[in-house]
């Protein structure tokens, strides 16, 4: 907007220099550079502009330009010798002054806007903040008056407390305009305030407190009245490490032991507000979802909170110790064969379906599965070889323990038969 009123305003210059009087003596041209005064006096006010659109332009309601006494007279309230000045290059530096057409700091009323950081956790639960801002209020020194503490202002001595100024140009031309020395006032501020240099407030820096609601999300807008000063602040929310926002719904991921996957149990999960204890059901495996009602983040507009979702993750060690290793082969000779092998233990199917860089591999370890196989094979044999052979010679020794006692038995029948003859 202020760019295209840059250009709008040089193209009025550049007309100025061509229908001014001291240059073009035609009636026309005195119409034209009323008519450029005119536009000039409503694209520089933002209220006429607004009428302008509004009504439509009207010399006599909008004090335009008209006759009196068969001169040319023009009533408003732009400078026309500032026109003038800049349309002939009368400018202080020799040049157009563009100083008037900035913004000025006390000019305007527009909401200030300031980023907010915030973390993840203040956004969901909720905080209170302080921090610093400038303001535009009274000057502490006038209280707003302008002038310095002790004196007052005067009448403006150049349009006599009128506010206005009437000047009469070369072919008979009038006009009337605002005084630009009191700004149409009247009054002349000879004192002005040595703080605010006159303006009757300045920046000040304040502390203020304020809360950020709970359920806050990212570049959320909020606005807060401090003094007569309206501020915007912009969350700017840090993201999480441990969890997903969407909306009301919070996503996190919950890591689990084989142990846990396998056989069940609990597990302790990670909340926006409190943590909680989740049953995990035996035969879980990952990236099973279950959600936790009522565990999101607080509704701004409605009632209630979102849900949590939490992601549960198997994890499987890298690094095994000797009696982990051990459980675990154990584990795998219980278990059903399928495709593919197990480091330790013969394979389960052909190696066909293996791809050919890792065939010889299996094939070593299947063959050193195959040899303990086999001396566990020859142990087995060896130890039925002994229990075949030990019932053997127990009938041997049974037998010559048998023997024995015959013989000795004969041997007394003979002796009593020969006591028996004697």
Not at 294 to 306: D, E, I, M, P, Q
Request: glycine content about 10%; proline content about 3%.
């Amino acid at each position: 907007m202020r760019s295209a009123f840059t250009e709008v305003a040089t193209g009025a210059f550049q007309l100025a220099k061509k229908y001014h009087p001291d240059v073009n003596k035609s009636k026309e041209a005195q119409e034209k550079f009323q008519e450029i005064s005119e536009a000039y006096e409503v694209l520089s006010d933002d209220g006429k502009r607004q009428e302008y659109d509004t009504f439509g332009s009207s010399a006599s309601s909008a004090g335009g330009p008209g006759r009196r006494g068969g001169e040319w007279q023009y009533k408003g309230t732009v400078d026309v010798n500032e026109i003038f000045r800049r349309a002939f290059g009368f400018g202080g530096d020799g040049g157009f002054n563009w100083d008037s057409f900035a913004e000025n700091q006390f000019g305007h009323s527009h909401a200030q806007e300031m980023v907010v950081d915030i973390s993840f956790e203040e956004a969901v639960r909720g905080a209170q903040k302080n921090i610093f801002v400038n303001v535009v209020e009274d000057c502490t020194r006038c209280k707003g008056s302008q002038v310095e503490p002790g004196y007052k202002k005067v009448s403006c001595p150049y349009c006599n407390g009128t506010g206005m100024i009437s000047q009469r140009l070369q072919g008979g031309f009038f006009y009337q305009a605002s005084c630009n020395r009191c700004g149409g006032s009247g009054h002349y501020n000879k004192n002005p305030c040595q703080e605010c240099e006159g303006h009757g407030q300045s920046v000040q820096r304040r502390q203020i407190s304020f809360n950020v609601p709970a359920g806050t999300n990212d570049k959320d807008r909020v606005r807060f009245q401090i003094g007569k000063n309206q501020i915007y602040m912009v969350f700017n929310v840090a993201p999480s490490l441990k969890f997903h926002r969407d909306k009301d719904d919070i996503h996190c991921d919950v890591e689990i032991t084989i142990a846990q996957a396998v056989l069940g149990g609990t597990v302790k999960v990670p909340g926006v507000i409190d943590d909680t204890y989740v049953h995990i059901p035996p035969g879980t495996s990952s990236h099973t979802k279950m959600r936790l009602s009522g565990k999101g983040v607080k509704r701004l507009n409605s009632a209630g909170y979102g849900d949590q979702y939490i992601h549960i993750k198997v994890t499987v060690p890298s690094h095994l110790s000797a009696e982990q290793r051990s459980l675990m082969l154990a584990w795998a000779g219980t278990e059903k064969p399928k495709s593919g092998t197990v480091n330790g233990f013969e394979e389960y199917s052909k190696l066909s379906y293996l791809p050919s860089e890792l065939v010889g591999k299996f094939t070593q370890s299947a063959k050193f599965a195959g040899q303990s196989k086999q001396r566990q094979g020859m142990e087995s044999k060896s130890e039925r070889s002994e229990e075949n052979q030990s019932p053997k010679g127990g009938d041997s020794l049974n037998s010559r323990s048998a023997k024995e006692r015959g013989s000795e038995q004969q041997d007394e029948t003979k002796a009593k038969k020969h006591s028996v003859s004697s």
